[in-house]
């Protein structure tokens, strides 16, 4: 199994931006589909941006498109998510996550493993 570990939120003003990490630990990082989420007060988690093995193939949910760009590097186990132009309801707690094998890469539900989150708050 994997371990995760999310850093690099916080408070950010309206157009800003920030970058997570994701340092993962355990079995090969290299074997992991990555994949970054987000949850807002009262909402449900939904899916921010993924990333392949290789780290070749990239996935985005409309609101991350042209904003967001997620990338690993396998030889330090570790994942990011590059945010800028970043808006109000961007806010929310981000969690990543890493899968063996997936059918559907943007359900939370096809992925086993997952970090504790980290906070991102922009104001506007």
């Known amino acids: 199994q994997v371990q995760l570990v999310e850093s690099g939120g916080g408070l950010v003003q309206a157009g800003g931006s920030l970058r997570l990490s994701c340092a993962a630990s355990g079995r090969t990082f290299s074997s992991y589909f990555m994949g970054w989420f987000r949850q807002a007060p009262g909402k449900e988690r939904e899916f921010v941006a993924a990333i392949d093995w290789s780290g070749l193939r990239t996935y985005y949910a409309d609101s991350a498109k042209d904003r967001f760009i997620i990338t690993r590097d396998n030889a330090k186990d570790t994942a990011y998510l590059q945010m800028s132009s970043l808006k109000p309801e961007d806010t929310a707690v981000y969690y990543c996550?890493?899968?063996?094998?997936?059918?559907?890469?943007?359900?939370?539900?096809?992925?086993?493993?997952w970090g504790q989150g980290t906070q991102v708050t922009v104001s506007s």
């Open positions: 996550a890493a899968t063996l094998a997936y059918s559907d890469y943007a359900s939370p539900g096809e992925y086993e493993y």
